[in-house]
């Protein structure tokens, strides 16, 4: 799905480009997969723009595409983070980017029309009776709802108390919790503790996997002390 139809937004070049994953990525999807369809909690440590929210946003689409009947919820901390008409870079403008790629023939066949099937943080496939839902992570999060899956994206930036209030209540709406945030509050955090419990499937997406970014990389761990790691650049150069 992701190396064939999936397309991601780029804005350094304003350009939409295929969604071809990177090594470390391809795990990552197997493993939140894998949870989904077992009903494990998956743990995203992530740094910046390595794509942890895309993945998880367009996974969620393909299986809505994919399955009947599967409902999935998307929070963050604000609204305006989970879905903001215009604004490129919400949970839901990831969603909306595979619906807008998707080839004619599979848009057709699922029954999906924009006006229709996409409200304010709500995505419904007719085909399928299959739907995204979208939520703020506040004390309220989800409550009533029952879902397939569900991303809490951001959570180590959620007020403690909050995060609190929302790990106690969650798992009465899935037996999936994704969770996902570049930094925790702290190690006695709801993110942190969620990532050390033994039923949680780890994910690392850290920007030292990435091709793009880990040219020339080496460590220093100790002052003075430097190791090379890719030897190979630093030959060339």
Same mark, same amino acid.
């Given at each position: 799905?992701?190396?064939?139809?999936?397309?991601?937004?780029?804005?350094?070049?304003?350009?939409?480009?295929?969604?071809?994953?990177? *090594?470390?990525?391809? *795990?990552?999807?197997?493993?939140?997969?894998?949870?989904?369809?077992? @009903?494990?909690?998956?743990?995203?440590?992530?740094?910046?723009?390595?794509?942890?929210?895309?993945?998880?946003?367009?996974?969620?689409?393909?299986?809505?595409?994919?399955?009947?009947?599967?409902?999935?919820?998307?929070?963050?901390?604000?609204?305006?983070?989970?879905? =903001?008409?215009?604004?490129?870079?919400?949970?839901?403008?990831?969603?909306?980017?595979?619906?807008?790629?998707? *080839?004619?023939?599979?848009?057709?066949?699922?029954?999906?029309?924009?006006?229709?099937?996409?409200?304010?943080?709500?995505?419904?496939? *007719?085909?399928?009776?299959?739907?995204?839902?979208?939520?703020?992570?506040?004390?309220?999060?989800?409550?009533?709802?029952?879902?397939?899956?569900?991303?809490?994206?951001?959570?180590?930036?959620?007020?403690?108390?909050?995060?609190?209030?929302?790990?106690?209540?969650?798992?009465?709406?899935?037996?999936?919790?994704?969770?996902?945030?570049?930094?925790?509050? @702290?190690?006695?955090?709801?993110? =942190?503790?969620?990532?050390?419990?033994?039923?949680?499937?780890?994910?690392?997406?850290?920007?030292?996997? =990435?091709?793009?970014?880990?040219?020339?990389?080496?460590?220093?761990?100790?002052?003075?002390?430097?190791?090379?790691?890719?030897?190979?650049?630093?030959?060339?150069?």
């Amino acid at each position: 799905f992701f190396n064939t139809v999936a397309f991601t937004y780029n804005p350094w070049t304003r350009l939409n480009h295929p969604f071809i994953l990177r *090594p470390a990525q391809i *795990p990552a999807v197997e493993v939140l997969d894998w949870c989904i369809e077992n @009903g494990y909690d998956a743990g995203i440590n992530k740094s910046r723009e390595e794509g942890a929210s895309e993945i998880s946003c367009k996974l969620f689409a393909a299986k809505i595409l994919l399955y009947e009947y599967v409902n999935f919820i998307v929070g963050s901390r604000k609204k305006e983070l989970v879905d =903001n008409r215009g604004d490129y870079y919400t949970l839901f403008a990831k969603v909306d980017n595979v619906f807008n790629c998707l *080839p004619s023939w599979w848009l057709e066949l699922s029954g999906y029309n924009s006006k229709v099937n996409r409200k304010d943080m709500l995505l419904t496939i *007719p085909l399928n009776s299959s739907s995204i839902v979208g939520e703020t992570t506040n004390e309220s999060f989800s409550a009533g709802s029952r879902a397939t899956a569900l991303l809490l994206d951001e959570f180590g930036r959620v007020d403690a108390a909050t995060a609190t209030a929302i790990e106690g209540s969650v798992h009465d709406v899935s037996n999936c919790i994704i969770y996902s945030s570049t930094h925790w509050l @702290g190690s006695g955090h709801c993110f =942190n503790q969620a990532l050390g419990k033994k039923t949680t499937k780890v994910v690392e997406l850290i920007w030292y996997e =990435n091709p793009t970014k880990n040219k020339g990389l080496y460590t220093s761990p100790e002052p003075g002390n430097i190791t090379l790691i890719d030897v190979e650049w630093w030959r060339q150069n």
